[in-house]
């Protein structure tokens, strides 16, 4: 599916090292494991038609075209960062809905992706320092990364 939307294979090799490191997270707290392992690999569809933040709601509507389950629907419309509120999102010039992700299988994937740059698991801190020189040292995402991120490894 990635290859006949458009993906690059660097695209596609992260998909695949997100999807390696979630299936270990969806394990270690019992979330449905198939699920997490189809969403993660398919959470950046979107890029082979943009790398604006744009690209969740993209694949998302990508993954429906495909006539994918809605809960990988919504996996892949929610995996940006640790979410994005409504107000937030309306400012980023997506459609004004909330973007933050909700059951456990879109926080795990959502969180994997946060944690590999590439093909390379990073640390939380690396993640933060990443999001704090693109969008400001005291931006709300911030914030919600670490709540997400004490959630999942408490």
């Known amino acids: 599916m990635l290859r006949k939307a458009g993906c690059s294979p660097r ?11 979630a299936g270990k997270l969806a394990k270690r707290h019992g979330a449905d494991h198939d699920l997490v392992m189809t969403a993660a690999l398919l959470h ?12 969740a709601v993209v694949g ?3 993954a429906r075209n495909f006539g994918l389950d809605e809960k990988i ?7 940006v960062g640790a979410g994005i509120p409504a107000s937030e999102a309306q ?3 997506l459609p004004k809905k909330d973007y933050v992700p909700k059951t456990l299988e879109e926080k795990v994937v959502a969180h994997a992706d946060n ?3 590439g093909t390379k698991k990073v640390s939380i801190d690396e993640t933060i320092k990443n999001m704090q020189r693109t969008l400001g040292k005291h931006h709300p995402a911030i ?5 997400l991120h004490a959630e999942l490894y408490q």
């Open 11 to 21: 695209v596609i090799d992260h998909c695949i090292a997100v999807a390696e490191f």
């Open 44 to 55: 950046d569809i979107g890029r082979a038609k943009t790398h604006g933040v744009d690209h």
């Open 60 to 62: 998302a509507e990508i």
């Open 143 to 147: 914030q919600r990364m670490k709540k």
């Open 91 to 93: 400012k980023l010039g």
């Open 73 to 79: 629907v919504k996996i892949i419309e929610r995996h």
């Open 115 to 117: 944690l590999v740059m």
